[in-house]
């Protein structure tokens, strides 16, 4: 069996193709969204999901988020007493959906399609990989988050024949596609996007807006203070989208500061992400050579397209309104499970073929003839040029640069600059060759990019015949097999907490969140209540437990409706 | 012409194969390849593909501008890797005259835009020129997404054909803004994108030049293009050296009617003063590299068997193929005219060359009426679809 996964940065979903349709599969706690956040709790045992985010303000460093911002570097997080790399924090967030997978549909789940954005560079697809690997997956296919979102767009398109862009804005990444359908064949054209662009990005200008209305620059260095300013603003975007106002007060130590924004100023204040936009979907239609009066339709991906400025943004660039019916936050993890389908061969899916592109331009490095006769190094020969469809193999020649030449260097690099030094290095081969004229014939270099976005160069020496090949394995964050094998070990060594008390777990993780941001009675009344549950809890008797659990989280409906209210308490 | 037809073979479809045809083909084909498991026999598929629908795509062209001669060129040159355009409303040569459907920009919109852009270059300090972008950039992005990239071709036209003042610094300051350090966008933008290597290319080798010989000829630029006066006349064998080699960066600095009136003006003087001024000017190591030309004259000083020796180093340096392949030809024309003309025939090169003067004028769609300037921007269109675009080349000096 193998499952789709919407890895994200804030939102984790899993999904399979079940009798001939994609189905979403519920959490342990009955939610399709699974934060993806991972917590480490006091006595050694993981948290993942809903009671990880609540924590996040509770014990902000024993928790971590947004990790998938890091995937594919070097940079880790501590939790507790450990340094956690992101490809295993993304890895327990894999290995928590494996497990409602084989809930859900009662076998065991060893295969996955892992949705990236289309955007992400090679060090990052690497990464994803071994995060599957460390949560005993086999990774079938690495697919393109909006190209996911096409085929389940795609599946339901009565349309045959059609064009149209996909409009992903995730909470960390934004990525647009533009597709073709024809004759059951959906063709990717073009992708491009922006890594580093999400909704996340949108809440952190409202969280900014503490510090201008007089919280002092010196608390960002206070992680539970930045944790509970960070969820106040995220609160205060959502309602932005549903009222049109928001307003919320934040306090740190003495001071306390009122931040009131409405959907204009919230606007105006986001201009420069909004910029931001424009160039991908510019340089997306350009590569496709589809003009936007071409398209078909829009379709919007990614929770952060709620946002009503990104809907009218959308709607002013396009001269259309965007396509709706599919929820934006569950459309990338549906078309993961399409994917499935399609892998396993389901009859459903006889008609549909997909091909999909590579985003980024690869090459290597060359000398240049200038016009007045000298020579320069640097600069970029591309080899295969981006938005390519995949799979692809490409062979360029290179002569040595001088007669006497005894060796070539192939230099491999990522990127669309003319010059090397501002492209991404991902590899390199030295190759010997034979000095002197007679043997200038110089080196065929064949790049090869598969479908799932690796790459392995080949260097065949024209006047001998000898060849050497490399798979890329770039990057700072590489993780040779044996240190995967290793750290498998680890991570499997950790202990989860149970999936049936989960529910619980996370109740309590809320009531602690609550109790910290509350104040004199209502605080000390939700002390008595946290402490009683807890000893329900203790009993480990479930029916009790469940009972309990139903008034507990009754009482906190109460609070938390109220607290909206009540001001923020100062510490 | 059979010769050409490898990809319909391929396909498994007969020579008046259209479009439809292909694509059907191609998608029954596909369905009997896994990708991942046979690439090879998909990549061979996706070039035939990719080559089909480029040779349909000419023949439409070629349908269209009667000339029967270009189809079997177009399908040797647009390769395999060329990028095909999707262009069913115009393969079949009919019913294409219709205006602009909403969600368009105007054209005039952005054409204005860039013209104002010109006008207000003119009149102020060059420094003021990247925030006058960043300006009318903002004002693109209240506009359709197709704004910034019609804008950014007008922007290119102004500069390429030397109707904006202060060129150097509206090219630098729109180099950053529209990304034309990207080999993509460059490949992306056709004819206009291959202009732009060229400068920076140029570019590249003038920066290489000594820094003092640079800041000198800066300095006779801009006194020239002030005002060309008989105390330059001297200069002009450098200006043609020059000329020679950074022709399009060149054209940055100094238009072609300084260049054309500087040349006349030297031209006139007797035999003897040229010879005098030829003297004058700097020696050949000037417009080579500084570190290149520093070298050269520290071994020139030593002995005779050096100065033998460097020439030859320098014949290696000048004479060594470097990259072969590495730099493509097929740049793939860009099309992103609304409307093309129906049954008017093609332009001639020459007259190609005449529109596009006619275009540049400022006052060009001042009283015309939408339609008049929509059918010119296509004939002008059109110009470019068959390779008549063109910056400013200086041959003719």
């Known amino acids: 069996m193998i499952v789709g996964i919407d890895l994200g940065t804030t939102n984790s979903l899993v999904a399979a ?9 519920p959490n342990a706690l009955g939610g399709m969204l699974t934060p993806s956040c991972v917590g480490i709790d006091e006595d050694g045992s993981v948290l993942v999901g809903e009671a990880a985010r609540e924590r996040l ?9 947004l990790f998938k911002r890091y995937m594919g570097s070097a940079r880790s997080v501590r939790l507790g007493d450990r340094e956690y790399r992101p490809e295993e924090l993304s890895a327990l967030v894999l290995r928590s959906l494996k497990a409602d997978a084989e809930a859900y549909l009662g076998r065991p789940v060893t295969e996955a399609i892992i949705t990236v954005p289309a955007y992400f560079s090679d060090a990052q697809r690497k990464a994803t990989r071994v995060a599957g690997e460390l949560a005993g997956l086999k990774v079938e296919r690495l697919l393109n988050e909006p190209t996911a979102a096409a085929l389940a767009y795609g599946l339901h398109e009565a349309n045959s024949e059609t064009q149209f862009l996909v409009f992903d804005l ?4 934004f990525d647009v596609s533009i597709l073709e359908m024809f004759e059951g064949v959906m063709e990717v054209r073009a992708s491009a996007g922006d890594n580093m662009l999400g909704g996340e990005d949108f809440a952190t200008l409202i969280a900014d807006l503490a510090f201008a209305n007089g919280i002092p620059d010196d608390a960002r260095g206070d992680a539970h203070f930045m944790q509970r300013l960070v969820a106040r603003a995220e609160m205060a975007k959502r309602e932005l989208s549903n009222s049109g106002a928001a307003s919320f007060d934040i306090g740190y130590k003495e001071t306390t500061a009122r931040v009131a924004i409405d959907n204009d100023t919230f606007e105006k204040l986001a201009q420069p992400l909004l910029n931001r936009l424009w160039r991908p979907i510019e340089r997306a239609l350009r590569d496709a050579r589809i003009r936007a009066a071409d398209l078909d339709n829009v379709v919007l991906a990614g929770g952060a397209t709620r946002m009503p400025m990104i809907r009218a943004l959308a709607t002013r660039m396009f001269g259309r309104f965007p396509a709706v019916g599919h929820n934006p936050d569950e459309v990338v993890a549906l078309g993961a499970a399409v994917q499935a389908g399609l892998k396993m061969k389901d009859k459903a899916l006889d008609e549909m073929v997909m091909t999909d592109v590579c985003p980024y331009t690869l090459g290597t490095e060359v000398v240049r003839h200038l016009d007045n006769g000298s020579q320069a190094a640097g600069f970029y020969a591309p080899v295969i040029q981006r938005n390519t469809v995949v799979p692809v193999s490409r062979v360029e020649r290179f002569l040595p640069v001088t007669a006497q030449q005894k060796q070539i260097r192939i230099g ?3 990127g669309e600059s003319r010059m090397v030094r501002d492209n991404v290095p991902l590899g390199e081969i030295t190759i010997p060759i034979l000095p002197g004229p007679g043997h200038a014939d110089g080196v065929d270099v064949r790049f090869t990019y598969d479908v799932n976005g690796l790459l392995e160069v080949e260097v065949t ?12 394995e770039s990057g700072e964050a590489h993780m040779p097999p044996d240190e995967i094998a290793r750290r498998l070990e680890v991570l499997s060594a950790l202990k989860i907490h149970p999936r049936d008390t989960l529910e619980y777990r996370t109740l309590l993780a809320r009531a602690e969140r609550l109790y910290e941001q509350l104040l004199g009675d209502v605080r000390d009344q939700l002390g008595q209540f946290i402490l009683r549950f807890e000893q329900v809890l ?13 008034s507990f989280r009754e009482a906190l409906q109460t609070i938390e409706r109220d607290y909206r209210f009540a001001p923020e308490p100062t510490t | 012409m059979t010769a050409t037809l490898w990809h319909l073979d391929v396909l498994g479809l007969p020579a008046h194969a259209d479009e439809v045809a292909i694509r059907r083909a191609y998608a029954t084909a596909l369905r009997r390849i896994d990708p991942e498991v046979e690439p090879a026999a998909f990549e061979n598929l996706r070039r035939a593909y990719e080559a089909a629908r480029a040779w349909c795509e000419a023949t439409a062209v070629a349908a269209v501008e009667k000339e029967p001669s270009q189809p079997a060129e177009v399908a040797v040159a647009s390769d395999d890797d060329t990028m095909v355009e999707d262009d069913t409303a115009q393969s079949s040569g009919e019913n294409i005259a219709s205006p602009d459907v909403a969600p368009t920009v105007s054209i005039d919109y952005t054409i204005h835009l860039a013209w104002r852009f010109a006008a207000d270059v003119g009149a102020r300090r060059a420094d003021a020129i990247p925030s006058m972008l960043d300006g009318i950039l903002a004002e693109l992005r209240t506009q359709y997404i197709d704004a910034p990239g019609q804008f950014e071709e007008h922007l290119i036209d102004l500069v390429g054909h030397q109707r904006v003042a202060h060129r150097a610094e509206v090219f630098a300051a729109a180099e950053t803004r529209f990304h034309w350090s990207e080999v993509g966008h460059l490949s992306a933008l056709g004819q206009r994108g291959q202009w732009i290597e060229l400068v920076l290319a140029q570019r590249e080798a003038w920066l290489a030049l000594a820094p003092d010989r640079r800041r000198s000829w800066t300095e006779l630029f801009v006194q020239a293009e002030a005002r060309l006066d008989t105390s330059l006349l001297a200069r002009w064998p450098e200006i043609a050296r020059l000329n020679e080699r950074f022709p399009a960066w060149l054209g940055l600095h100094l238009s072609d009617e300084t260049l054309q009136a500087w040349k006349a003006a030297f031209d006139a003087q007797p035999s003897s003063a040229r010879e005098v001024y030829m003297n004058l000017a700097p020696p050949e190591s000037a417009y080579l590299p500084a570190h290149i030309a520093a070298t050269r004259q520290a071994r020139r000083q030593r002995s005779a068997t050096w100065v033998l020796a460097s020439f030859f180093l320098a014949m290696f340096v000048g004479v060594a193929q470097f990259v072969v392949t590495g730099i493509r030809e097929g740049f793939p024309v860009s099309l992103t005219s609304p409307v093309v003309g129906n049954g008017t025939p093609a332009d001639t090169p020459r007259q190609c060359v005449e529109l596009y003067a006619e275009l540049d004028k400022p006052d060009a769609f001042d009283g015309r009426p939408l339609e008049e300037v929509a059918l010119l921007k296509a004939r002008a269109h059109r110009c470019e679809r068959a390779g008549h675009w063109h910056p400013p080349t200086r041959e003719t000096l």
């Open chain 1, 538 to 550: 203790a009993t480990q008797d479930l029916r009790l437990i469940a009972r309990d659990a139903a």
């Open chain 1, 17 to 25: 193709w079940v009798d001939g349709a994609p189905r979403l599969i």
């Open chain 1, 57 to 65: 303000q509770t014990h902000p460093l024993r928790t971590a988020s």
């Open chain 1, 170 to 173: 995730g909470g960390g990444t």
């Open chain 1, 461 to 472: 020496v024209v006047a001998t015949g000898d060849v050497k090949r490399i798979v890329i």
């Open chain 1, 412 to 414: 491999v690099y990522q």
